[in-house]
């Protein structure tokens, strides 16, 4: 049997033991922190366990999150042969153990053995385009979370310090409404109109900009007749620079998410389905990844978690069942707001007969939606496949 090294990973180290066959280990356990050092005694282990046994090793770890990728990189810069475990398949082999042991010593002997009797299946690692656009996607979600959230602080304050100006702009959040307020804070009544012409500039006529400002000067008159508290006021400017320096973020994360997809076709096809923008085509193929791993489209519905759990015993068969929601959680979001998207937009010609069917069975909107899903699930996987572009 060739060599085998059993890693697991975990924040900042990991433990692993070597091994010749099976059940042979070779040396001691050791834990290894995610540095230079650490790396370099793995790498010494390896040529040493090649070495005396004439074969090359393999590292066996399980997929942690973030954890493990490091570690992965490194492996793949020095030419390691490692295989990358999904933990819903470690944890499946780890319960037919009849003792319930659980440690990292214990999880590394576990990986090493679990290849050994053959039950890893092989692993593809994602290529570097679709890695570096699922960061520059999973950062943009997180960013507008907190932008969503900074925006509803924003208002809540706002409600209490100046009701008035709410109704002046209809979007309270662009960049003129927010350099505007931010002159009304501070006191500088004098340089609203300056502000409102420099940031409106040729989007505005001037007489919007004559008329806004005569608003702003009749909600500031109303305003000082009112006590505010000094601290609100401080509070509201620090949630205004705040939303400046998020909006500054997700342009940038936009730019380079324009840039990421302007090279990948993948993102070009997504975009001709009615509903799917650049956003969510960019974020679909970010966590779909190559489209050649998935055989067939029941594989790709398993892996974003959008198939049905089947329950069945003896005579009884569960009539209601659930989706799995084992896969990405983040590609059935991205697909759920693609199909309310098309939905809403109403020219999509194949899912709103397919939602209209589903509704006249009883279901409720969110299965509807999540049949929906599962049917465009469908058409990206056959669009992607044949590279042909939606059609309607």
């Given at each position: 049997?060739?060599?085998?090294?059993?890693?697991?990973?975990?924040?900042?180290?990991?433990?692993?033991?070597?091994?010749?066959?099976?059940?042979?280990a070779?040396?001691?356990?050791?834990?290894?922190?995610?540095?230079?050092?650490?790396?370099g005694?793995?790498?010494?282990?390896?040529?040493?366990?090649?070495?005396?046994?004439?074969?090359e090793?393999?590292?066996i770890?399980?997929?942690?999150?973030?954890?493990?990728?490091?570690l992965?990189?490194?492996?793949?810069?020095?030419?390691?042969?490692?295989?990358?475990?999904?933990?819903?398949?470690?944890?499946?082999?780890?319960?037919?153990?009849?003792?319930?042991?659980?440690?990292?010593?214990?999880?590394?002997?576990?990986?090493?053995?679990m290849?050994?009797?053959?039950?890893?299946?092989?692993?593809?690692?994602?290529?570097?385009?679709?890695?570096?656009?699922?960061?520059?996607?999973?950062?943009?979600?997180?960013?507008t979370?907190?932008?969503v959230?900074?925006?509803?602080?924003?208002?809540?304050?706002?409600?209490?310090?100046?009701?008035?100006?709410?109704?002046?702009?209809?979007?309270?959040?662009?960049?003129?409404?927010?350099?505007?307020?931010?002159?009304?804070?501070?006191?500088?009544?004098?340089?609203v109109?300056?502000?409102?012409?420099?940031?409106?500039?040729?989007?505005?006529?001037?007489?919007?900009?004559?008329?806004?400002?005569?608003?702003?000067?009749?909600?500031?008159?109303?305003?000082?007749?009112?006590?505010v508290?000094?601290?609100?006021?401080?509070?509201?400017?620090?949630?205004?620079?705040?939303?400046?320096?998020?909006?500054?973020?997700?342009?940038?994360?936009?730019?380079?998410?324009?840039?990421?997809?302007?090279?990948?076709?993948?993102?070009?096809?997504?975009?001709?389905?009615?509903?799917?923008?650049?956003?969510?085509?960019?974020?679909?193929?970010?966590?779909?990844?190559?489209?050649?791993?998935?055989?067939?489209?029941?594989?790709?519905?398993?892996?974003?978690?959008?198939?049905?759990?089947?329950?069945?015993?003896?005579?009884?068969?569960?009539?209601?069942?659930?989706?799995?929601?084992?896969?990405?959680?983040?590609?059935?979001?991205?697909?759920?707001?693609?199909?309310?998207?098309?939905?809403?937009?109403?020219?999509?010609?194949k899912?709103?007969?397919?939602?209209?069917?589903?509704?006249?069975?009883?279901?409720?909107?969110?299965?509807?939606?999540?049949?929906?899903?599962?049917?465009?699930?469908?058409?990206?996987?056959?669009?992607?496949?044949?590279?042909?572009?939606?059609?309607?």
């Amino acid at each position: 049997m060739e060599p085998v090294i059993g890693l697991d990973v975990s924040k900042g180290s990991s433990v692993f033991q070597a091994f010749t066959g099976r059940n042979e280990a070779w040396g001691e356990t050791e834990v290894m922190v995610h540095e230079a050092k650490g790396f370099g005694r793995l790498k010494a282990c390896v040529e040493q366990l090649q070495e005396q046994t004439s074969q090359e090793p393999v590292v066996i770890l399980e997929a942690t999150g973030h954890y493990h990728r490091g570690l992965v990189n490194f492996l793949v810069q020095q030419g390691i042969r490692h295989c990358i475990v999904n933990p819903l398949q470690s944890k499946r082999a780890r319960g037919t153990k009849l003792r319930k042991v659980k440690t990292d010593a214990a999880d590394a002997w576990h990986l090493a053995e679990m290849y050994y009797r053959g039950e890893i299946l092989p692993h593809r690692t994602p290529e570097d385009v679709y890695t570096e656009l699922q960061h520059v996607t999973r950062q943009h979600e997180f960013v507008t979370g907190l932008y969503v959230q900074a925006k509803l602080n924003t208002r809540a304050l706002l409600d209490q310090v100046f009701p008035a100006f709410e109704g002046i702009f209809y979007n309270l959040y662009s960049e003129t409404a927010l350099r505007v307020l931010e002159c009304c804070l501070r006191g500088q009544e004098d340089r609203v109109y300056e502000t409102m012409e420099k940031t409106a500039g040729q989007s505005h006529a001037k007489w919007w900009v004559e008329e806004k400002a005569q608003r702003v000067e009749e909600a500031l008159s109303e305003w000082h007749q009112v006590k505010v508290s000094s601290s609100q006021v401080y509070i509201l400017e620090g949630m205004l620079s705040l939303l400046h320096s998020l909006q500054e973020q997700l342009k940038r994360l936009e730019k380079q998410m324009q840039e990421l997809s302007m090279g990948m076709p993948e993102t070009e096809l997504l975009r001709t389905i009615p509903g799917i923008g650049e956003k969510l085509a960019a974020t679909l193929v970010a966590e779909l990844g190559d489209i050649r791993q998935f055989e067939s489209p029941k594989q790709l519905v398993a892996y974003a978690g959008l198939d049905p759990g089947v329950f069945n015993s003896g005579k009884f068969t569960a009539s209601s069942n659930r989706i799995t929601k084992r896969g990405s959680k983040r590609l059935r979001r991205a697909l759920y707001l693609a199909v309310q998207c098309s939905l809403r937009r109403g020219d999509c010609s194949k899912l709103r007969p397919y939602y209209d069917k589903k509704k006249k069975e009883g279901k409720p909107y969110k299965v509807a939606v999540i049949a929906c899903a599962n049917k465009l699930l469908h058409h990206i996987y056959a669009i992607l496949r044949k590279g042909q572009p939606y059609q309607v």
